[in-house]
Nanobody, 124 residues
Framework: QVQLVESGGGLVQAGGSLRLSCAAS????????MGWFRQAPGKEREFVTA????????SYANSVKGRFTISRDNAKNTMYLQMNSLSPEDTAVYYC?????????????????WGQGTQVTVSS
């Protein structure tokens, strides 16, 4: 089992940047594929980005492609989400998640472990 804790959320103006972190504890972090999801008020949780166990392969939702960058540092048991050019549409609770499945996963049902979430609010 792995425990996940997100941090780095906050309030930012449109056009600004934030960097989220997801710290993992428990079993070997590098065993897991990782992902970021978000959920806005009144909406379903949606896929944002995923990264494979080594960090070599990544995938992004079209809505964030070119603006967000996912990365991981297995030595520090931490995953990151660099978010640039933020817009009010990016306002949501952001969750990190871990999966034991191989490959890049974009469905929330494919993830086994979840963090508690961190709020990102982008003002216009």
């Amino acid at each position: 089992q792995v425990q996940l804790v997100e941090s780095g959320g906050g309030l930012v103006q449109a056009g600004g940047s934030l960097r989220l972190s997801c710290a993992a504890s428990g079993r070997t972090f590098s065993r897991y594929g990782m992902g970021w999801f978000r959920q806005a008020p009144g909406k379903e949780r949606e896929f944002v980005t995923a990264i494979n166990w080594s960090g070599v392969y990544t995938s992004y939702a079209n809505s964030v492609k070119g603006r967000f960058t996912i990365s991981r540092d297995n030595a520090k048991n931490t995953m990151y989400l660099q978010m640039n050019s933020l817009s009010p549409e990016d306002t949501a609770v952001y969750y990190c998640a871990a999966t034991t499945l191989a490959g890049l996963r974009s469905k929330s049902s494919e993830y086994d472990y979840w963090g508690q979430g961190t709020q990102v609010t982008v003002s216009s």
